[in-house]
Every structure is written in structure tokens, then in C-alpha cells.
């Protein structure tokens, strides 16, 4: 299977090689294919420049090195993708490293499935506040059943509840915080399909526990993972940072401390072995304000590249959806093809 796969790849490959160049098919929906393919099937050049922060890569491609397996991608190629991230690509750098300068193209990276968080109702039981949740989890409007394992943060508390969604996709979770604590409250929710558990999502919910509503997430801190270190640029002079935390399906752990400056502090990711999303949590206070911040590594919903929605009209756009693999999740992946637009 192995020998398989790795034929798959490179055949592929060869395959693709005049469609990069060859101007003559530069209207034909194959071409666009095997462009979509070409991206996610090679590991671009250098081949592991998702981890070389100081490098634009010459060459297009989010597969991960010495994959045995077709559709498996990089974890930090897809990461650098994203904007929010500080060592983000733009577009024009993604073009140019493609080679192809008659095609516009758009990349979006997503969850199988969506998940939807409401709060329903809070009371006070004994020396807590309870909060009761609705979690609803959807794949392209059908319900899903699913289970699910959340996680509420405030300060250094954290509580793990494990529940599911019934047939109808809906399921309900109760969670309780001490009264003695206040400021932001962070609920993670991860959710695994029951048919597969490498099928997940994740959801998020910031409120404000005995305090105001929080501000929004990013305010404080700007959370960079890459290559299994978090880098945290602190935005004020004023933030103290009290707990680093990366959470998983079925784990939860501190995270080290790598080094440490003025404004920024950079921790070490575990390579934890999980067929689970992962997000990292930075829980401290900006002067009396509590705040707790999160981010997704791979750092996941993202899309960039041309804006397809504002096409000439009757110009064609290709688009090819997959499904494809980060460190051992599946995630859809879609790419939209169509001619050079002005925004390259």
C-alpha cells in the first residue's frame, strides 16, 4: 500500500508538469484540476519550508515530507497560510511560488463539520454557578452525532466534562465554577463523529464569569504556533501571561516555557499522539482585566487568495473540494481556480 501511495504521488506529479506551463490549456477545467491536485499532492520547495520562518517557499506545495499516504498535509505549510498568524504568507507570495501567471486561486482549510455553541442558563448551586450549554453539530445543515469532551478555563481552574449529541446533533452540557473565582471564562468544546473519530470540530465560547463580558480573543496577545513552538506576542507592556495550556480531544498539559522576552514568550507544543484538533490557551491579566486567549494549531478555519465572489461575469471558476489529513485529523479542503485577477 505504501509503494501505492508513493507511485500515486509521483505519477501525479509527472502528470501535472505540463499544465503548469503550458499556456495552450489555460481554459480547461483538467488543467485546474490536476493545479488543485499538483498543490496538495507536492511538498513544494524547499520541501519543509512551513518550518522556515525566514523563507518564501520557491515552490507550491502543502504536503507533508516523506508522507506515506496521498492528501496528507504539513501542519505549518497550512499554518503559515493563515493571516493572523506572524509568519503568515501573502497571496502574491503563494502566486508566485505556484509559477503559474495565468491563474488566480483561492485556498480555504476548514473542519469536516460545523459546531454551534449556546448558552442556555446559569444558576447558583451551593458555592457554584452553574452554566448550561446547547452544543449542536452540523455537516452541511444535517445533524451529526458525535462525541464530545469540553473544557472549561478560568484563570488556573480548568474542568473537563465529557457528553455526546444525540441522532438530532444536539446535546446538552452542564458545567460548574466556583463563586470564589471571577474574570474570563473559556469553553472548549471538541466533538469526534461516531462514525470516525478522525472526523472533529471544535468550538469556542469566551463569557465572563462574576465579571464583564469579555473582550474579543487576540486583544491581549497574538498567538503564533509554529513548528510545535507557541509564539506569544504580548500587544501592552501591562499583560502578564499566569498559564500556557494546549488541549486535545483527550489531553490536556501546561506548556513549558522555551524562551522569554519584553513582549514575547515563546513555549514548547507537545507532539501529542491524537486524531484530534489542538488548540493552545494563554490565560493572565492586563492590568485588573482577566483575559483568556486561544488559538488553533494547525491554525484552522483560514482562506486566503483571490476574491472569486467579485469574477467577471460568465468567467469560469473551477472549484474542487478533498479531504485531507494534519496530524492525524481530517479537514476539507477547497480551492477555487479561474483567471488571473487584478488582485495578484
Known sequence: MIILALSSIVGTTKLMTPYLTDLAHRDDVDRFQFLASH????????????????????????????????????????TRLNN?????????????????????????????????????????????RVYQFEVAARKSGVPLSTNLNSYVIVKDFVNETAS??????????????????????????????????????????????????????????RLSPLDFILKASLNYATVEVSKAQVFTFNHNFSLSVKTQGARTIEYNIPRLLDTSLMVTVLTGVNES????????????????GADFSESIAGSRVAVYRYTATINSALYEVVTKWGGLSDDV
Not at 525566514?54 to 515552490?59: I, L, N, W
Not at 444536539?170 to 460548574?176: H, K, P, Q, R
Not at 463563586?179 to 471544535?202: E, H, I, K
Not at 482585566?289 to 486566503?304: H, R
Open 289 to 304: 482585566t482577566s483575559f483568556a486567549e486561544f488559538v488553533s494549531y494547525p491554525q484552522v478555519p483560514l482562506q486566503i
Open 84 to 128: 493572523e498568524n506572524i509568519y503568515s504568507l501573502d497571496y502574491s507570495e503563494l502566486w508566485q511560488a505556484l509559477g503559474v501567471k495565468d491563474a488566480s486561486f483561492q485556498i480555504e482549510v476548514k473542519p469536516l463539520f460545523q459546531l454551534s455553541i449556546e448558552l442556555v442558563s446559569n444558576s447558583t448551586q451551593g458555592s457554584q
Open 39 to 78: 498543490l496538495l499532492l507536492t511538498t513544494g520547495t524547499p520541501t519543509n519550508w512551513g518550518q522556515l520562518v525566514s523563507t518564501s517557499p520557491r515552490g507550491l506545495g502543502l504536503a507533508k515530507c516523506d508522507s506515506l499516504q496521498p492528501y496528507e498535509l504539513d501542519i505549518d505549510k497550512v
Open 164 to 221: 455526546s449529541t444525540s441522532s438530532d446533533g444536539v446535546g446538552t452540557i452542564n458545567i460548574g465554577i466556583p463563586d470564589s473565582l471571577s474574570g474570563t471564562a473559556l469553553f472548549l468544546v471538541f466533538a469526534q463523529a461516531t462514525v470516525n473519530p478522525q472526523m472533529g470540530s471544535l468550538g469556542v465560547y469566551s463569557f465572563g464569569h462574576n465579571s464583564q463580558s469579555p473582550l474579543p480573543n487576540g486583544t491581549f496577545t
